[in-house]
């Protein structure tokens, strides 16, 4: 697995607006809205699949390719809406996991 540079990504994220003055859409509002369609555009690929064919959709070469394209959509437009916003991603998710590691102790645990 490829370690995550989400400071170098939101750079060249960044960088791709920029050269594109593309910036000024860049709003919160703007980001969450096409984070939630893509996110659609991937919920869409597994819409009618069984649970098998779901959990085998990457052996197929163009479902495969689809896939992985509509993940980058999703992660590229949370990246650059926590850019917007001022949050550490990867602290956010780390601070997350504790407090449902919290919510949600392992059974036998409490």
């Not at 607006?17 to 980001?31: F, G, I, S, V």
């Not at 495969?64 to 998710?93: F, K, N, S």
Request: glycine content about 4%.
């Amino acid at each position: 697995m490829t370690e995550l540079d989400v400071a170098g990504l939101q750079r060249r994220l960044a960088e791709f607006a920029a050269a594109r003055n593309w910036e000024q859409y860049h709003t919160p509002k703007n980001l969450v809205a096409a984070l939630s369609v893509e996110a659609s555009e991937l919920v869409e690929i597994f819409q009618w699949l069984t649970p098998e064919q779901s959990a085998a959709v990457m052996t197929d070469p163009g479902t495969a390719h689809r896939v992985r394209d509509e993940v980058a959509d999703v992660l590229a437009y949370l990246l650059q809406l926590c850019e917007v916003l001022g949050i550490d991603a990867l602290e956010a998710l780390s601070a997350k996991i504790d407090r449902n590691e919290e919510r949600f102790p392992v059974p036998g645990d409490e």
